[in-house]
C-alpha cells in the first residue's frame, strides 16, 4: 500500500507580507511536493492563501491537512471549518502552548468590523484538545490539536504519528516551517 501524506501548512512573517509554504509529506517522514503562497499579515485572507496554495498543487493524494497553529500572520485567523468544506480534506491545526484563548488579545489588537470579524471565525473553530507525546524526552510537553473532519483521537494519532526524529513539531509542520522562511529569507534577499 502507498503512503499517506498530508499536506503541512506554516506561516512566515516579514513586515507585510506572510509567506505561506505548503510542504506535502508522505507518511514514512518524505517530502513529496513544496507549494508557496501569501497572505497579508494583520489580515483575513490566511484562509484563502491556504485554498489557492491546495488548488495550485492539485494532489488528489493529500489526505490531511495539517496547519501550524490558527492564528498565523499576525491575527489572520484560519477558518478550519471553511478549509475542510472547501478541499474536502479531514484540516487540523497543531499549537505548542497552554494558552487562555485568544479572545482577550484579538479584543486588544482590534475594535469594530475587525474585531466582529476575527471573533466570528475564532468562535467558530472546534475546542482544542491535548495530544500527550509518548517519547520519554517530550512526556508532559503537551501539544493542542483542533480538528475538523476528524474526530479528536484520529487527530491526536495523526500529531503523535507525526512527530519523529526527537523533534516536538510532525515532521509536515516541521518541513513546511523551514520551506516558509527560507522562502521569506529568499524573497527579501531579491
Known amino acids: 500500500m502507498a503512503p499517506s501524506r498530508t499536506l503541512g501548512i506554516a506561516f512566515s512573517d516579514g513586515d ?6 505548503g510542504a506535502v509529506v ?18 483575513t485572507d490566511a484562509t484563502d492563501a491556504v485554498i489557492d496554495l491546495f488548488d495550485a498543487l492539485g ?3 493529500v489526505r490531511h491537512v495539517a ?4 492564528a ?24 505548542y502552548e497552554t494558552s487562555p484563548g485568544l479572545e482577550p488579545a484579538l479584543r486588544e489588537a482590534f475594535d469594530g ?9 475564532y468562535r467558530s473553530l472546534p475546542p482544542r484538545r491535548q495530544v500527550e507525546l509518548d517519547d520519554d524526552d517530550r512526556a508532559g510537553n503537551p501539544l493542542f490539536v483542533r480538528a475538523v473532519g ?24 516541521r518541513i513546511a516551517a523551514m520551506a516558509a522562511s527560507a522562502h521569506r529569507e529568499a524573497i527579501a534577499a531579491e
Open 16 to 21: 507585510r507580507i506572510s509567506r505561506v509554504a
Open 59 to 61: 494532489r488528489e493524494d
Open 26 to 43: 508522505r507518511s514514512d517522514g518524505t517530502l513529496d511536493g513544496l507549494a508557496f503562497e501569501r497572505c497579508t499579515v494583520g489580515g
Open 150 to 173: 476528524l474526530d479528536g483521537d484520529r487527530a491526536a494519532a495523526a500529531v503523535r504519528d507525526g512527530v519523529r526524529n526527537g523533534f516536538r513539531r510532525p515532521e509536515p509542520l
Open 72 to 95: 498565523p500572520a499576525w491575527f489572520n485567523l484560519l477558518d478550519l471549518r471553511r478549509l475542510h468544506e472547501t478541499i474536502d480534506r479531514p484540516v487540523y491545526a497543531v499549537s
Open 67 to 70: 496547519c501550524a497553529g490558527v
Open 113 to 121: 468590523d475587525d474585531l466582529d470579524r476575527r471573533l466570528d471565525v
